[in-house]
């Protein structure tokens, strides 16, 4: 698989959030099953983001977001 250089970082590759709805389970390991997930349960020590201090109502507008890209 060829892939772009403006895709990666620090030569990892990085892949794209649009249409990431498609794209589930989430997780090098599959181990979430949604995005609500990613960013909540499987985001405890904010290795994915920073979404700890997030408010419910924050988490669902974050939510709505990168679903609708």
Do not use: C
């Amino acid at each position: 698989m060829v892939i772009s250089r403006r895709f990666q970082i620090g030569g990892v590759y990085t892949p794209t959030l649009i249409e990431v709805w498609r794209s589930g389970p989430y997780l090098h390991d599959g181990s979430a099953i949604s995005v609500r997930e990613v960013l909540t349960s499987r985001n405890r020590d904010n290795k994915h983001g920073r979404t700890t201090h997030l408010t419910p109502q924050q988490i669902d507008d974050l939510v709505e977001y990168v679903l609708s890209l």
